[in-house]
């Protein structure tokens, strides 16, 4: 019994003592998985880089070239070495093709009576059609090579042969080593149908090793602060040669302020684009001229001056032609100052002196208002 008696005292004892011991071990428990808080990681923001406005590069544009030959800005921004091209004018060659866009036209007698046109391009560089092109006469060479121009012919007289060879000029000759750089037009019979244009002619310089530029000399031009020239009314003017069939006119156009040439009283045209060939000063000037052989080639004076008259803007200027040594042909009024071109083409005819220089010129009267 009395061990019974213990048994059942001794049984709630280790209830209590196990559930102690169970309320320890959780106590335990939760001490050890019990963590600390933990704090929020500081989190630095870093500002994005602000563009700063960088300013604009001004870009100043070169400057234009202004051609010394029209007083007119260049087409495409810089001159080459001007192209001084010999061009047919028998009736049978006309109209010719690319004569409006020479700066510089000039007229001047042949043998024969007949006249013959050199003109010199720079400003226009991407003339398609040029001609007919004829042959050279030591006089012809003189001016295109006043300009500085590459001399562009079919041919020549044996004085303007010997000169070429003589002092190696820069020249191209159809029938010598630039053949290939011309072409004939099957619409025309020879000898009036040979013609080149601007880019054959300037590849074909290049490639005979000719200088692209040079200093060529300016003529003297007016400005907006100038005052107009003074001299004789001189709407319509006509000027002959020797024959009849080589006479030109002029009638002045007031709205462009040029000049627009005729030939034997029709309008004289390009046919390459069908503009009337004008000019915004005509220079009709008097030379001594010399008949050489028995063909009729002739020697032209273009060196020691005369007698000439200037037509721009309406009127006629009375003055003289003056040339100096290694210059161009230029025109001096009576004050004895160079005159000043209207900015534009220029047209140069040279007449004989003999007969007397103003019986090639015929300007007409100016019709009353009344």
Known sequence: MPISMNRSVSRPVYALVLAAVLLTACGNQQAVTRFAPTAAPIVTTVPEPTETAQPTPTVTPAPQAVSGLTGLPAEEGSLPRPLAVMINNAPAARPQSG??????????????GITRLIGIFQSHT???????????RPYLLDIGESY???????????????????????DMDEIGRAGAYFWRDQERKAPHNLYSNADKLREGAAKLGF???????????QGPGDVPPVGEAALDFKVSFLLKSYTVGYQYNAETRLYERQVNGKPHL??????????????????DHKVLDDVGRLQVDTEL????????????????????PGDIIRF?????????????ITHILIVPNSPPFSSHINIEPVPSST
């Open 270 to 287: 390009d046919l390459n684009n069908g503009n009337a060939v004008a000019a915004a000063n005509v220079i009709v000037m008097g030379a």
């Open 332 to 344: 001096v009024k009576e004050d004895g100052k160079e005159a000043k071109m209207v900015p534009g």
């Open 211 to 221: 200088a692209e530029s040079v200093e060529v000399p300016a003529l003297q031009f």
């Open 305 to 324: 001056g005369g007698k000439a008259l200037l037509f721009q803007s309406g009127v006629a200027v009375s003055g003289k032609w003056s040339r100096s």
């Open 99 to 112: 004569i409006s866009e020479a700066d510089i036209l000039f007229e001047v007698l042949a043998e024969g």
């Open 148 to 170: 500085g121009g590459i001399t562009v012919h079919a041919g020549g007289s044996p004085a303007a042969y010997a000169i070429l060879q003589r002092q190696k000029k820069d």
């Open 126 to 136: 991407g003339v398609v059609k040029i001609g007919p092109i004829r042959s050279i």
